[in-house]
């Protein structure tokens, strides 16, 4: 099963994805995490790569997509994956869509989160995730209030990332705008999307979602093949 999550900063993609790498057994492949991890570790890419997200613009395509053609040839990505965060303009779906292509593997589903705004700013200000794990929690919500990570050994303070400021949000929000919510116009067209309220609890779109790729073609071979 091969799909996009698509959706605003803070719609939840991050959260559902790894529902889905639970449920499904396919890998989350999570461009801002990629892209955090190698700002982490110094690399070339991430070094090139840090100005545009500390600013919320985003990252040159050159670079992403570098990044996605490597992630994909790795052998856990045969039986498929979930995109998080990539595709991000026209650019990179039509560069993605040439990659599969030429694996006789296209996209099975582009999922939009629709979530409203408000909602979406106070979700981004109550995040926070674990340097450790890189799990990700919620002021917000009961279960997520605690300070520190309650899966490591060493229970590490839990961090806020850095364009989660409440200036960088507003530019991230429109880069979102201009450049990737016309994505949806774009894969509505090839009879690719679909659309789900995210607006509710975490559980409820876990289940909105899982009904929406189960009737896929795709789960039955993926189940079949499992
Ligand atoms: P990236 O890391 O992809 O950030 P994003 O798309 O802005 O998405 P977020 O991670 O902010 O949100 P999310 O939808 O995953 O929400 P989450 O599940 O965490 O990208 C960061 C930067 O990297 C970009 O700005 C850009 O610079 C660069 N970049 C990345 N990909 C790129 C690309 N392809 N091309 C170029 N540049 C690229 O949830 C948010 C919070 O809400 C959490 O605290 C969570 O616990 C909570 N929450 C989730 N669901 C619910 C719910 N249903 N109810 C209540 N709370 C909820």
Redesign the pocket.
């Known amino acids: 099963m091969r799909i996009v999550?698509m959706?605003?900063?803070?719609?939840?993609?991050?959260?559902?994805?790894?529902r889905l790498v639970e449920h499904f057994g396919i890998p989350q492949i999570?461009?801002?995490?990629?892209?955090?991890s190698a700002v982490a570790r110094g690399t070339e890419y991430g070094l090139r790569?840090k100005a545009?997200?500390d600013?919320?613009?985003?990252?040159?395509?050159e670079?992403?997509l570098g990044i996605?053609h490597e992630r994909l040839a790795e052998k856990d990505a045969a039986r498929g994956f979930i995109l998080?965060?990539?595709?991000?303009?026209l650019a990179?779906a039509n560069e993605l869509s040439k990659l599969l292509q030429s694996i006789g593997a296209p996209l099975d589903a582009v999922v939009l989160?629709e979530?409203d705004y408000a909602?979406?700013i106070?979700?981004?200000s109550?995040?926070?995730?674990c340097p450790g794990c890189g799990r990700?929690?919620?002021?917000?919500?009961t279960d997520?209030g605690a300070p520190r990570c309650d899966r490591c050994a060493d229970k590490p303070l839990l961090l806020q990332?850095k364009?989660?400021e409440e200036e960088?949000v507003r530019k991230?929000l429109d880069?979102?705008e201009q450049q990737?919510r016309p994505l949806a116009k774009h894969y509505g067209d090839k009879g690719l999307l679909r659309v789900i309220n995210?607006?509710?609890?975490?559980d409820?779109?876990t289940k909105r979602l899982i009904a929406v790729l189960e009737s896929l073609p795709a789960a039955k071979r993926l189940a079949a093949a499992s």
């Open positions: 999550l959706g605003a900063p803070g719609s939840g993609k991050g959260t559902q994805s790894q999570s461009t801002g995490d990629l892209l955090r790569a545009a997200m600013s919320g613009q985003l990252v040159v395509d670079i992403v996605i998080d965060g990539f595709p991000r303009n990179q989160f979530v909602e979406i106070k979700r981004i109550g995040r926070r995730s990700v929690f919620n002021v917000y919500s997520g990332r364009d989660d960088t991230r880069v979102y990737t995210a607006q509710d609890s975490v409820e779109v």
